[in-house]
């Protein structure tokens, strides 16, 4: 059995609630599913809006220790979930707009955590800490 894409199931499920909201109270019920939806949306717009705030302080591409992003990392996350971690919007590897989007984040001991992001969501990352310097 396949799996209803991302991009249709929220609509899917706003829709659902609008209906059911309509069957159970009219225009007054129709309103409060209005009124929770909004209320949903400006919650997760706040939310962005507080990442991205936090992201714009830092400098592209670090993070305060790599190993520890590599630590938490989940497959399936979205971007916006791995930028409220790191607090820094990652370095772009890959062109504009192909996929899969890869981005980096570097500590200040040169560790670099590698994430690639497959139709939004996190499918693959990669730590590579920098070799010990040979002592002769």
Known sequence: MSRLPRNYAVPLVIIALLIAGWQSGGPQGLLI????????????????????????????????????????????????????MTRSLGRQLSPQGHEPEIYAWVDAGGSEVTCEFESGRLARWRLVRPQGESES
């Not at 714009?56 to 938490?72: D, E, F, Q, T, W």
Request: proline share 2%; glycine share 10%.
């Open 33 to 84: 599913a209005v009124g929770g939806l909004l209320m949903w949306a400006l919650l997760h717009f706040t939310r962005l809006m507080n990442v991205m705030q936090k992201a714009a302080k830092n400098p592209i591409g670090h993070v305060g220790s790599a190993v520890m992003l590599n630590a938490r990392l989940k497959a399936g996350v979205n971007l916006m979930h791995v930028v409220a």
